[in-house]
């Protein structure tokens, strides 16, 4: 019913930058995207998937005080597409980064309060 998949991802040198994009497919049964909260997560290996940013229906944005200043989430209803910019990147920011949906439309930290999930795309920063 509803698909998200990433794209962007790569490998950039340390100070470099990136765009993930996150294209999602809704079926007509469900609520369009314009309702939904989209959350950016990351996991680099051995560790915890961790929240990263996230915006709800309304365009209120929220990051982690890790990436503050440095990431930027945005939307385009239009394109039923979210984007993560990334400035600034630091090698701890390697890790595979997932884009979610929460389909009440409010911003969540809890990973498991996200209803779908894209794949992931792996985001590597050299040092």
């Known amino acids: 019913q509803v698909q998200l998949v990433e794209s962007g991802g790569g490998l950039v040198q340390a100070g470099g930058s990136l765009r993930l994009s996150c294209a999602v497919r809704?079926?007509?049964?469900?609520?369009?995207?314009?309702?939904?909260?989209m959350g950016w997560f990351r996991q680099a290996p051995g560790k915890e998937r961790e929240f990263v940013a996230a915006?709800?229906?309304?365009?209120?944005?929220k990051c982690a005080d890790s990436v503050k200043g440095r990431f930027t989430v945005s939307r385009d209803n239009a394109e039923n597409t979210v984007y993560l910019q990334m400035n600034s990147l630091k090698p701890e920011d390697t890790a595979v980064y997932y884009c979610?949906?929460?389909?009440?439309?409010?911003?969540?930290?809890?990973?498991?309060?996200?209803?779908?999930w894209g794949q992931g795309t792996q985001v590597t920063v050299s040092s």
């Open positions: 915006i709800n229906w309304a365009g209120a944005t």
């Open positions: 809704t079926s007509p049964s469900v609520r369009t995207f314009s309702a939904y909260a």
């Open positions: 979610a949906a929460e389909t009440s439309g409010w911003i969540t930290l809890v990973p498991k309060e996200y209803d779908y």
